[in-house]
């Protein structure tokens, strides 16, 4: 079970944006040549972040993303929904109602492996929603420096 | 990002072998007219979790699969990395030291975003660690009871 790399991308790209507040919007070709990626894969991952309301697209030769809403506004679960989607990484398939083991079976309540799936889901989607892009930011406050720092070196 | 459907496949497979454990071994035959599911497909699944130690595997015509030990000691987060694999959902390519962003940096502590990742990563781990095969089997004794019956009508 593995996440695409885009979530990495994603999130490095919000807290970026939110230290770069003051010259954004940033052009794609700049937040692609500032992790080294591939500008049009890191294209696609940040317009599903503006789909999902957390980056602003604006268009044009000076236009590019910025923040959508205040860093302290953006869970890191909502990015990660953003890109990876909604559903449970477990799927209940109910086999335990099918064949030969499920005759004269009654299954009003829900599957006890599938509660139990879903609970340590929710244990993963509480944390990931209890800390924001602002939490990052706060985190790595030098980086937020060099960041700024090196945005103004950069060639336009 | 999914789960492959082997992880319930396993589950439920180790909860009827728990309850099956004075008829073990059982053949892939029977497990997969259990369940309604493709024998060949099933067999890997179970191969796999007889090399990680939750299964013995009985050769021969009478062979199967039986427990390979008490299910008090078979955890779920045992049957989920025996199927899904050890590695992480989320993995860091550390792309925070790479490109224009990375100059003049300074990266000898883990990243916060992949620390963070960890955190909810582990929440999701100890759910599944705290919770065994004996637990589900007791959550659902009337599926015990059941499946003692429908196995003993079951055709040679």
């Known amino acids: 079970?593995?996440?695409?790399e885009g979530v990495e991308w994603g999130l490095h790209c919000c807290v970026t944006l939110g230290w770069l507040n003051d010259?954004?919007?940033?052009?794609?070709?700049?937040?692609?040549?500032?992790?080294?990626?591939?500008?049009?894969?890191?294209?696609?991952?940040l317009q599903a972040l503006a789909k999902?309301?957390?980056?602003?697209?604006?268009?044009?030769?000076?236009g590019g993303f910025s923040l959508a809403r205040p860093p302290?506004?953006?869970?890191?679960?909502?990015?990660?929904?953003?890109?990876e989607g909604p559903a449970e990484a477990f799927r209940c398939t109910e086999i335990r109602q099918r064949g030969a083991g499920a005759?004269?079976?009654?299954?009003?309540?829900?599957?006890?492996?599938?509660?139990?799936?879903r609970r340590a889901e929710l244990a993963w989607r509480r944390e990931l929603a209890g800390r924001?892009?602002?939490?990052?930011?706060?985190?790595?406050?030098?980086?937020g420096e060099r960041t700024r720092r090196?945005?103004?070196r950069l060639p336009g």
Request: net charge positive; charged share 20%.
């Open 1 to 4: 079970m593995q996440m695409g």
């Open 23 to 45: 010259e954004a919007p940033v052009s794609i070709r700049r937040l692609a040549a500032w992790f080294d990626l591939p500008p049009e894969y890191l294209k696609k991952r």
């Open 52 to 62: 999902a309301g957390i980056l602003h697209s604006t268009p044009g030769a000076r």
């Open 72 to 83: 302290e506004r953006i869970t890191m679960m909502d990015v990660v929904t953003a890109l």
């Open 103 to 117: 005759e004269g079976g009654r299954f009003g309540r829900p599957c006890g492996i599938s509660a139990a799936m």
């Open 132 to 143: 924001t892009i602002a939490d990052l930011m706060a985190d790595s406050a030098p980086a």
């Open 150 to 152: 090196n945005y103004a």
